[in-house]
């Protein structure tokens, strides 16, 4: 029997802010992220992570889902760009290079429109190019590259409406 962990972070806040600007709600889920390929070393860090991926797809749902829509989406698995590399003196630094080290998000999703399912899917989302593109977020942030990973699947699925490539 295979044991399934979900950690739900719920799209409240986009319930919340009221008629100021019509948005829908993204609720976000993560299934089994203990077993995720990258989401960080520790599961302080990996729960850090994965609210800041959380909270990123509320704001984009936020911005460009209408009101009364809601979005359901389980995480299956985050592979984060780079790889660690251990420090002589204690901890870790991320190294990024092209390759192997593009961020991957696999993803399963589900858009309600009045009551109906208007779109479902499952993917693995890559950035193929993510080092080759002029960067959305600051070099602090530490998930830039995955945040316009996010941004780019996003704007496709359910702004352009574009299906996902076979």
Request: with cysteine.
């Amino acid at each position: 029997m295979q044991l399934r962990t979900h950690v739900l972070i719920s799209g409240c806040l986009a319930a919340t802010l009221g008629s100021a600007h019509a948005a829908g709600i993204v609720n976000v889920s993560f299934v089994a992220p203990e077993r995720f390929v990258d989401a960080g070393e520790a599961p302080r860090d990996r729960d850090d992570r994965l609210k800041l991926l959380s909270q990123h797809l509320q704001s984009l749902g936020q911005r460009h889902l209408a009101d009364g829509q809601t979005l359901k989406i389980e995480i299956l698995d985050v592979d984060l760009a780079g790889h660690l590399k251990p420090l002589r003196r204690g901890g870790d630094v991320r190294v990024v290079r092209s390759g192997v080290d593009r961020p991957r998000i696999a993803l399963r999703y589900e858009l309600e429109a009045g009551g109906q399912v208007v779109q479902r899917g499952e993917e693995s989302v890559v950035d193929l190019n993510f080092l080759g593109r002029i960067p959305n977020y600051g070099a602090s942030d530490q998930l830039r590259y995955e945040k316009r990973l996010l941004d780019d699947w996003f704007k496709q699925r359910f702004v352009e409406q574009r299906p996902a490539s076979a």
